[in-house]
């Protein structure tokens, strides 16, 4: 049998992600260091789009995406961790190409 390597494409309204290293432990502005761990409120993680389905209409490949961990379903492709989304659980896209935003800038 041939180890043969499949294409994934996302169907639908899918939108996988694969979430910011930085969205683990983080230190606050006074320099003390938050564990991944410790939550004070439900925290939004920022993640890379890696694949949009045929019906994803404001997202594309490469852009940054928020959401929230809670709404996810993770999978593991050649070592890598990604998380399986519907569009419409996404709270925000950051992009080069915004025409109208917050004016907030990653």
Known sequence: ?????????????????RVSEE???RRSS???VIPATAQVA???????VYGVGSHVRSVQAGDQVLFN??????VE???????????RDLHA?????????????L
């Open 1 to 17: 049998m041939t180890d043969a390597k499949l294409e994934i494409q996302m169907l639908h309204d899918r939108v996988m992600v």
């Open 77 to 87: 492709v050649q070592g890598e961790i990604y998380v399986v989304l519907r569009e």
């Open 69 to 74: 961990p809670e709404e996810q379903y993770e």
């Open 30 to 32: 006074g320099g003390i």
């Open 93 to 105: 896209v950051a992009s080069e190409r915004t025409e109208q935003g917050t004016g907030l800038y």
């Open 23 to 25: 969205s683990g432990e």
């Open 42 to 48: 439900k925290r939004l993680l920022w993640g890379e």
